[in-house]
């Protein structure tokens, strides 16, 4: 063979190796293909999340939703009570000629020192010292009074703290102020050395005025509301702490 032919194979031979270890132009995009489709899992996966916590995200808003709506609907619920409460109490006005002071609400400014100072008063006297307002106490006064508007009974609640009742009747006019004196009628069958009532009487005897005046009392809160039928029914509410508690306290205190 002669030595240009020989090139000539040879380098036909090195073109065909070159070419075979080329990679094919299909191969490439398949392989590009390949790459994006990996990094698309990653992608789906993340919306995927994404979506999940939208959902749940979802889900409580939807919760909190219906909860702010049966708040708005029990509210709804006691206006339309208090307004055909008003109602009930106009009509009784009508037919009897009489007036609210209150327009049936039953609050009028100041009562709540009203009531504070006329119990503050009568503990003076007796050197304890002054009662504090308590708005715990005033909403639990507030809601039984209120229950009470209807037949006005003079009924107790039954819950844990001291409870006075006042009961007035025909008009609307009865105060804060009137209520606690007729509970400081009880002074003169109450022992302030014991604060229980004199001459073995039961203790619902004397027990508004023991209340208002007993150091054990720290805190009231009281309610005013006028009854359907004529009248005024009050309720006040009395925090008694535990003075016995109170005393080892002081004496554990004293002696550290």
Same mark, same amino acid.
């Given at each position: @063979? ?40 990653s992608e789906s996966e993340t919306e995927t999340d994404s979506s999940s916590g939208e959902s749940t995200s979802s889900s409580s808003s939807e919760e909190a939703g219906e909860?702010? !709506?049966?708040? /708005?609907?029990? @509210? ?11 109602? *009930? ?6 037919? !009897? ?11 009028? !400014?100041?009562?709540?020192? /009203?009531?504070?100072?006329? #119990? ?35 009924? #107790? ?11 007035? #009747?025909?008009?609307?006019?009865? %105060? ?9 009628? *009880? ?10 009532? %004199? ?5 619902? *005897?004397?027990? #508004?005025?023991?209340? @208002? ?38 004496? !554990?205190? %004293?002696?550290?």
């Amino acid at each position: @063979m002669a030595p240009s032919s020989s090139i000539a194979v040879l380098l036909l031979l090195v073109v065909a190796v070159v070419l075979s270890n080329v990679p094919s132009s299909g191969a490439l995009a398949s392989s590009s293909s390949s790459l994006l489709h990996q990094s698309s899992p990653s992608e789906s996966e993340t919306e995927t999340d994404s979506s999940s916590g939208e959902s749940t995200s979802s889900s409580s808003s939807e919760e909190a939703g219906e909860k702010e !709506k049966e708040k /708005e609907q029990e @509210m709804e619920k006691a206006v339309a009570a208090e307004k055909a409460a008003q109602q *009930e109490l106009l009509k009784y006005a009508k037919e !009897k000629g009489i007036v609210s002071p209150t327009n049936g609400t039953g609050w009028y !400014k100041g009562i709540a020192r /009203e009531f504070v100072d006329a #119990h503050n008063e009568l503990r003076a006297r007796y050197g304890v010292p002054p009662m504090k307002w308590d708005r715990k106490l005033a909403r639990q006064a507030r809601r039984w009074s209120n229950r009470m508007r209807k037949d006005c009974e003079l009924v #107790h609640s039954g819950h844990k703290y001291g409870e006075s009742l006042f009961r007035s #009747h025909d008009d609307w006019n009865a %105060t804060a102020k009137e209520a606690v004196f007729w509970w400081g009628k *009880e002074e003169s069958i109450y022992d302030r050395d014991t604060e229980q009532c %004199t001459g073995g009487r039961a203790y619902k *005897e004397c027990g #508004h005025f023991a209340l @208002m005046v007993g150091k054990r009392s720290t805190k009231v809160g009281c309610a005013r509301a006028e009854c359907f039928k004529g009248g005024v029914f009050i309720t006040c509410n009395y925090y008694a702490t535990d003075l016995k508690k109170k005393n080892k306290k002081k004496k !554990k205190s %004293t002696t550290n």
